[in-house]
């Protein structure tokens, strides 16, 4: 893996051959590896292949090109549902509609979701990783049929690699990293810290591009800005509770 | 990393054995390959290996005695306090500090997690994930000094192995996958997909040691309650409040 990681990059253009169902189980059983609270292996996986269902998700995720292109789409989910329904069927009563369940779930989904990227990237298959399931859920759950203590969570486009987009940049280490206690930035470091990836020609172009100052303004101005991501914590929030998992 | 992940098993026990910091950071850096929101790597990790700050950290844990005895304890947080550093020394606005940020945050955050997870067991390193970070966040905020917009997630102990446990079960893939649209489970397909896990050996004396009926009952009523999940959701979402992530 070490030598995969090294050279991983998000893939968004896949060429048209398909990804065997074989393989796709092969991954999806292996990633189940990954250890989860008490083992219940508190997600699920839904499996999109069809065209049609792929052109409903595709508004869900701003129509970003490779969700309709891919062979596959994995949305994959916190669920509590079937846990709580082994319990019931087993004379126990489960009390998971609530918040902290959710981020357990959450994080077992979450763990999950990122073994079988590392896995489907070291057998050669492209991965786009799509942020935008958190944005509108709620159409999601409508899709695909979600029930009540299921909650989408990250969604996966994945196929054959048609497409070798360069290596983007990282942060370094000291910027990640904190020794025992965290250490909180001054504008020296952030100047430090910050310098390499701003000064990179790409990021200046992007910079240009969206006519703004700063790379930062970019961002907190046109990429996430705090009007959207206000408006959205609230529908975020509002899904949450009519899925069971907030009062 | 097939090999790695097919014979994974959380360690708890570990060599009295260093991990070297030239070893640590060769992971943490790999690890950061992970794909993030916007390239913003909202994470950060906080390093343990002094004595008596695995010491303070122990009951944040319920002193589970892996948290002293590892060679290295990691804590893992979303971070959006560093990028929104950058952005005011840069002349643009953050607007952060609101959920569907805690959201974005604690996904980059489990994201990178799982990589590192699975990078320290292919290079033979043992790693126990800690779900209790999130019972009892305050305490490892104060112990750690962690500032507004910035949240612990996850904690990995990390170290030699010195036990090999034996691999624990799991559900058959058709538990965890759905075609196309979600289907729910009926009686009969939980006695399917839950029976082989009930009637493992390990499973019923576990059942029997805790006097219940069935194992759903000791997860329900004895491991993870309604009373407890909870309380411990109106911790978590005050402590989000504090750390500026809720209104």
Chains 1, 2 share one sequence.
Request: proline share 5%; hydrophobic share 40%.
């Amino acid at each position: 893996m070490t030598d995969s990681i090294k050279t991983r990059r998000s893939i968004r253009k896949y060429k048209a051959k398909e990804v065997d169902n074989s393989l796709l189980d092969q991954l999806l059983e292996l990633a189940a590896r990954t250890q989860t609270m008490g083992n219940l292996q508190l997600y699920s996986v839904v499996v999109t292949r069809d065209a049609e269902m792929k052109q409903r998700l595709a508004p869900c995720h701003f129509n970003q090109p490779m969700v309709v292109q891919a062979p596959v789409v994995l949305t994959i989910c916190a669920d509590f549902n079937r846990t709580s329904q082994w319990c019931r069927q087993r004379r126990a009563e489960p009390g998971y509609d609530n918040f902290l369940s959710f981020i357990n779930a959450a994080s077992d989904a979450l763990l999950y979701t990122q073994t079988l990227c590392n896995l489907a990237e070291e057998a050669g298959l492209g991965v786009c990783y799509l942020g935008t399931t958190v944005y509108q859920p709620q159409q999601i759950i409508d899709i695909l049929k979600l029930p009540r203590l299921v909650m989408p969570i990250a969604t996966l486009t994945i196929g054959w690699p048609d497409e070798q987009p360069v290596l983007s940049d990282r942060l370094p280490l000291e910027a990640i990293v904190h020794r025992e206690t965290y250490s909180d930035y001054d504008a020296a470091d952030i100047d430090c810290l910050y310098g390499p990836k701003e000064s990179l020609p790409e990021n200046q172009h992007f910079v240009e591009f969206n006519h703004k100052e700063t790379l930062a303004q970019v961002f907190a101005e046109i990429r996430y800005t705090r009007k959207d991501n206000e408006a959205l914590s609230g529908v975020f929030l509002d899904t949450l509770r009519r899925q069971g998992f907030l009062d």
